[in-house]
């Protein structure tokens, strides 16, 4: 059984470039939904009565926000996380010999 031979670091660099644009446009969809929740259950708890069709008062603020939290956490912690099993694949691969 032979071991999967390690990417080169070029491999690795688009790889990362892939994976950090998506998972960054992602995280800001996903972040400004978030976002709009949170100001929704807020504006709730301040019995705030937004506009007919929107979601929440001020809900352009809390979706802004979440949007650039999501669009930076994301990526942060999906590259974290390939960095890290990239780090483990090379230790392995050279204590095998």
């Known amino acids: 059984m032979s071991a999967a031979p390690v990417p080169h670091s070029e491999d690795r660099l688009g790889r990362n470039i892939g994976v950090g644009c998506f998972t960054f446009f992602i995280g800001a969809v996903s972040g400004a939904m978030s976002g709009v929740g ?3 259950l807020l ?3 301040n019995r ?9 008062c001020e809900w352009w ?3 802004g926000y979440g949007a650039a939290i999501g669009a930076l956490t994301l990526p942060v912690l999906a ?3 390939l ?6 694949e090379d230790t392995a691969s050279m204590t095998r010999g």
């Open 38 to 40: 949170i100001g929704k």
């Open 43 to 45: 504006g709730f708890f």
């Open 48 to 56: 705030c009565t937004p506009q007919p069709g929107l979601p929440a």
């Open 61 to 63: 603020v809390f979706a």
């Open 79 to 81: 590259l974290w996380r």
């Open 83 to 88: 960095r890290r099993r990239d780090q483990a």
